[in-house]
């Protein structure tokens, strides 16, 4: 059962539908994770960043309409209190360098879901054992 105080609220940004709907069961099954909301583009991020309140956001970094670093820019600004953690399939210099500039970890997808849980985990200044 989740404990709302130690609970990490999630916000998943993943352009992705099947790997969007994947992530959102895997990532609910873990006990300090609660998905809040998962959106497929960059423009739906920041409205739910303010509705829903999520500790960490998890933002693909390739989407069709911003890209990650962009995305992390606007929530910096619109929801400074937000971790944001990105994902990408494949990841370069450049995609390396943002999310350094931005504060953010960033997970390749083929990491799997452990790397990325803890990545979210120590993103929201949490950490298990």
Do not use: H, W
């Amino acid at each position: 059962m989740k404990v709302q105080d130690t609970t990490i609220r999630l916000l998943l940004v993943e352009d992705n539908d099947v790997y969007r709907e994947s992530l959102v069961y895997l990532l609910n099954r873990i006990d300090d994770l609660d998905v809040v909301g998962a959106v497929a583009d960059g423009n739906s991020a920041l409205p739910a960043c303010r509705e829903l309140y999520p500790d960490v956001v998890v933002v693909d970094f390739r989407l069709p309409d911003f890209d990650g670093a962009e995305v992390a820019a606007e929530l910096r600004v619109r929801c400074p209190a937000v971790a944001v953690v990105f994902l990408s399939a494949s990841a370069g210099r450049e995609e390396y360098d943002a999310a350094s500039s931005a504060g953010a970890a960033l997970v390749l997808k083929d990491e799997g879901v452990d790397a990325l849980v803890g990545a979210v985990r120590a993103a929201a200044g949490r950490s298990r054992e």
